[in-house]
């Protein structure tokens, strides 16, 4: 048998790990947070290096519409991702 110690140590890194993957579940693929739009995104209504979910009906099954704003005057660039659990 572990010392209690040992099992407190377990426990808190394992606590931690399941952390930190809920954390990355939260971000797309770029490490950018990513919201689901209700609307078609538009240029003028994202900020700077934003990113919008839009399930546009135009990805495959399973995925969605990522438009990310890239700078202050930028338009918006489109591709599929894996879309997130619901």
């Known amino acids: 048998m572990a010392p209690r110690g040992d099992h407190q140590m377990y426990r808190a890194t394992v606590t931690l790990a399941l952390g930190v993957l809920l ?17 078609m ?3 003028a209504d994202m900020a700077p290096n934003e990113t919008q979910l839009y399930d546009d009906g135009k990805c495959g099954p399973g995925e969605i519409a990522r438009y990310h704003k ?6 918006l660039s489109r591709s599929c991702v894996e879309a997130p659990a619901r």
Do not use: E, F
């Open 70 to 75: 890239r700078g202050k005057n930028a338009g």
């Open 23 to 39: 954390l990355a579940g939260c971000q797309s693929s770029d490490g950018q947070q990513s919201r689901i739009a209700t609307t």
């Open 41 to 43: 995104p538009v240029v």
